[in-house]
């Protein structure tokens, strides 16, 4: 992975997928806090720079098999707010993963602080928008990401 793919990819850490984030005067609203509906934009490029992280490019999912990934289901706790200059992480981890469907885990946080908690529900789909099954390759991606990654932080690999 070259070095400026790091710093705008995150790191994993112990199976769960750790995205920086800088708030922006952009990501507030009038009372100078993140507005609520910019947390569903980060966690969204979390997510897509997790996949990166395991070896997925959307761009790749949808020419090379026809398929794409979208976000199906969103609870979001919101928790504490954030507001502009904060640092921030986003975690994620794959919590299920089924046939064509997978559970996402992601919290917001501020200094080990959570700000925001999400369960995402995201779905493999066709050039149709049905439900399509997980590639192989990308199945087996984030299968390595839920079973492996773990496995090596508790190693201490």
Known sequence: MA???????????????????RVYYDDTDAAGIVYYA?????????????LRMVG???TALVRDNGVSIAVSRCEVDYLLPARLDDDLHI?????????A???????????GADLARLTVRLACIGPTGRAARFPKALR??????????????????
């Open 3 to 21: 070095e400026h793919d790091i710093a705008t990819s995150g790191m994993i850490d112990g199976g769960v997928h750790v995205y920086p984030v």
């Open 38 to 50: 910019n947390y569903l934009r980060m966690a969204e490029r979390a997510r897509t720079e997790m």
């Open 56 to 58: 997925v490019k959307h």
């Open 91 to 99: 975690r994620t981890r794959i919590t299920a993963l089924g046939g």
């Open 101 to 111: 469907t997978m559970w996402a885990e992601q919290i917001v946080r501020r200094a």
């Open 140 to 157: 087996a991606a984030l299968e390595r990401f839920r079973t492996e990654y773990p496995l090596l932080a508790r190693e201490g690999a």
